[in-house]
């Protein structure tokens, strides 16, 4: 006797499993990404306490007040991005989406400033780059730097995403691409990549910055 072929269904059909499921699958991306920042740290914090004097002196010639500039940014952006999803709970597109812009200039504003300080960087001879005349003389010093450029320059990418992530829902948001409430979990979502991404800039300064 032939089987009745079942009818094709979503894997989850209640709005709140499809909500749960979402979240879950976030929050594991953002714990893999956590422990790939966590092993970059725990590497920087094993060769301070090893060579203390070295990494000393390799800290002390980085740009603090830049990366305190950038930190007030990335912070300030925070704050936008959450006043963006308090926007869309409330049903308040075209607000939400101005925030979200927001977030995505400051995110600019920060790769600029990055930008700019790798330059600086470059021409006092800070970056352990192929062929580059380097002030750093030991093996814990370039290690510290290299760390440093593989940090900061995962960082950067990663909030490059953020911001074409953002760019891309402020306008969908404003124009009713984005369904509300249906579909607020896009914004929630991107909100939780751009808090990641901004706390981990939080650790990457005190941990090179502040090692001195």
Known sequence: MAETPLAARPPYSEPRQQHDAAMMGMYLFLGSEIMLFGGIFAVAAVIRILHPADIVESSRALHYLIGALNTGVLLTSSFFVASAVEA????????????????????????????????????????????????????????????????????????????????VLAPCLAFGKVRLPDRGILIIAAALYWHLVDVIWVFIYPVFYLAR
């Open 88 to 167: 869309t709970k409330g049903g308040r597109r075209r607000a939400g989406a101005t925030w979200l812009a927001a977030a995505a200039v400051a995110g600019l504003v920060f790769l600029v400033v990055k930008g700019y300080e790798y330059g600086a960087e470059y021409r006092e001879g800070l970056l352990p780059l192929p062929g580059a005349d380097t002030q750093f003389r030991t093996a814990p010093q370039h290690l510290f730097m290299n760390l440093y450029v593989l940090a900061t320059g995962l960082h950067a990418i990663h909030l490059l995403i953020g911001i074409v992530l953002l760019s």
